[in-house]
């Protein structure tokens, strides 16, 4: 999806990549941090993943038709929801888990890492910047499952309840620099972990001290995340 929901004119698709064979970025068993197997864990080059592309536009639609939007110049995607039960819906429960960890291939532009929980306001989004360090090479990167902040429409809520990981529906990523030209993020695996990999990238520390915590401290409150 892309702000041509709105009648802009960005321009997002998602594309399933092979090339060959498949190879698993996710570690077949738990790895000690103290002493870990890296040789039996590291990841290879994958071979099939998905590709998150398109192309930013802030261009704003037609005002005579739709003269309440007023920024425009972003693109997401989101896994789809689990089938129904009898029951009800299905979610995601990531209640055991620390960290959530992505393995990806980015161009270097900001991208937003969006977790949907099971709320009554089906438009707030839970959400915390993907910081690569290494645009152009695969790398895997972890975020802190109490790291990420509650949002609406781009913005960064006053209220910050806990986000209910114990019933996630959807995870997906966006592009929300608002640079115009084209972007791509190659995406291979998505999963959760309390061990975090030895090659991997903290995304909630950031110049030496963990982001999250200027949320916590009102720092960016009422904001904009785009």
């Known amino acids: 999806m892309s702000d041509a929901i709105d009648g802009g004119y960005s321009k997002a698709d998602f594309a399933i990549v092979s090339e060959e064979k498949f190879v698993s970025a996710i570690p077949s068993k738990p790895i000690s941090m103290s002493n870990p197997d890296y040789e039996e864990y590291k990841p290879k080059t994958p071979t099939v993943y998905g590709l998150f592309h398109g192309d930013i536009s802030k261009q704003l639609p037609n005002q005579t038709h739709r003269p309440d939007v007023e920024v425009s110049g972003f693109a997401a ?7 129904k039960t009898f029951f009800g819906a299905r ?32 438009r707030d989004l839970y959400q915390h910047r993907l910081f690569t360090r ?27 309840p806990g986000m209910l990981v114990e019933k996630i529906r959807t ?25 975090p990999p030895p ?25 904009r995340v785009w």
């Open 171 to 195: 995870i997906g990523l966006s592009v929300t620099d608002r640079v115009e030209g084209p972007f791509k993020i190659a995406i291979h695996a998505i999963w959760a972990t309390n061990t």
């Open 77 to 83: 995607f989101r896994t789809m929801h689990l089938p």
């Open 134 to 160: 290494k645009p152009g090479e695969w790398e895997t990167v972890v975020l802190k499952n109490g790291a990420f902040v509650k949002t609406m429409y781009g913005g960064i809520l006053l209220e910050q």
């Open 199 to 223: 090659d991997s990238v903290d995304a909630t520390v950031v110049d030496g001290k963990e982001e999250y915590l200027d949320w916590e401290h009102n720092k960016h409150r009422g904001d």
């Open 91 to 122: 979610t995601y429960d990531l209640g055991f888990y620390e960290y959530i960890a992505l393995r990806v291939k980015s161009d270097g532009r900001t991208y937003m890492v969006n977790m949907q929980a099971d709320t009554y306001e089906e």
